[in-house]
């Protein structure tokens, strides 16, 4: 039977027994059924008592119900960083996860890449998630699967972007990404303009910025080698009329953009892209290429349209750079000097928006339960 009395008999029995794959398939539909309506809610999730191993097992059930059922329990789950640690009990999950990751033929890759873009949102989690990937298929793999158009027709991998972000974010991953002999990251640069998925426009742009991080990179990265600028300064276009001389002095990319040209429509994003911008004046070569490439050019019509504060502001940040005066000697790599205390508050505050959109988004990969399991 189903509805609210069996759900008050699966708990007082225990839903570990039900969650074996010996178990009754209408039992195991029952009780997947009800841990994904607990799990919808982070409160009740806390308190639930789950079974991540039963659960993970029960991904390979015969019933597409169950197995698709366990996938999204697995995904409110992982939306929780209080429950990262139990969800990664166990060696065996994160392999095979990115083995069906990158099976192209695997139905339910999608939930795969967001459970494992939670789980890798926090350093301490996120080195045990690539240390996987890296004794697994390898980050090469993640890459080729996401760059390729229609890797596999029953999944859309948008939450690979993400995933590659979080990844990133450590610098044993970014040293493979700027590897000079893979081409990782060149791979990743068309997706900036990717209109079809936000969520894989902003991952891409977290994997760049994270990336400018490494200063010793800069002159690589704005070289013809990977030339990155282009790719940056196009999302913060628009069709303004500009002088032939500005845009003799552009990028080739940039000049003469068509009188339909918009600008990265998501506010998060823009700011992630001038993040990155700012990144790479950190060095004296990397403000000589932005004067060379006429980068304030773009930089200026695009403070006229923005009108988001924490952007804006983001936006003057990159202003006071091209237009100020160089550091004075010993002082030209900004990555390295000291920042006073009440300036970096300052900055603090002004990413506050940010940091508070950003615990929402913590949610977003929860999932609303089926009315009754099938």
């Known amino acids: 039977s189903s509805g609210p009395d069996a759900a008050e008999r699966l708990t007082d029995c225990g839903l570990l027994s039900f969650l074996t794959p010996s178990a009754r398939p209408d039992v195991k539909g029952h009780a997947t059924g009800f841990l994904l309506g607990l799990s919808g809610t982070r409160s009740e999730a806390q308190d639930a008592d789950v079974h991540p191993a039963a659960l993970f097992a029960l991904t390979s059930d015969p019933s597409i119900a169950v197995a698709k059922d366990c996938y999204f329990i697995l995904v409110n789950l992982s939306a929780d960083s209080a429950l990262h640690q139990a969800l990664l009990t166990g060696s065996e999950v994160l392999p095979v996860l990115f083995e069906r990751l990158v099976d ?90 990717h209109q079809a998925s936000t969520v894989r426009r902003g991952g891409v742009i977290g994997t760049l910025r994270n990336c400018c991080f490494d200063h010793c990179n800069h002159e690589w990265l704005l070289g013809d080698a990977v030339d990155i600028l282009p790719f940056l300064l196009l999302p913060l276009a628009g069709p303004e009329e500009l002088t032939e001389e500005e845009n003799e002095g552009l990028p080739v990319d940039l000049q003469y953009l068509p009188e339909d040209k918009k600008r990265e429509e998501d506010p998060d994003i823009r700011k992630m892209v001038l993040e990155t911008l700012l990144l790479l004046t950190a060095t004296k070569s990397g403000r000589r290429t932005f004067k060379e490439k006429n980068v304030y050019t773009i930089v200026r019509e695009f403070h006229k349209w923005e009108q988001e504060p924490p952007v804006r502001a983001a936006c003057e940040r990159l202003v006071q750079v091209l237009v100020g005066d160089e550091p004075e000697r010993g002082m030209e790599n900004l990555m390295e000097v000291e920042i006073p205390q009440d300036v970096e508050e300052e900055f603090r505050r002004a990413d506050g928006w940010e940091q508070r959109k950003r615990r929402r988004e913590i949610q977003e990969g929860r999932v609303v339960p089926r009315t009754s399991p099938t």
């Open 104 to 193: 192209p033929e695997f139905e339910f890759s999608d939930q795969i890449s967001t459970i494992l873009s939670n789980l890798s949102r926090h350093e301490k989690t996120c080195k045990t998630v690539f240390q996987a990937l890296q004794e697994g298929v390898g980050l090469p793999a993640l890459v080729e699967a996401f760059c390729t158009q229609g890797y596999n027709r029953r999944a859309k991998l948008h939450y690979l972007g993400p995933l590659l972000a979080n990844l990133s974010q450590l610098p044993e991953a970014r040293r493979e990404l700027l590897s000079r002999d893979r081409c990782l990251l060149q791979r990743l640069l068309p997706f900036t303009q």
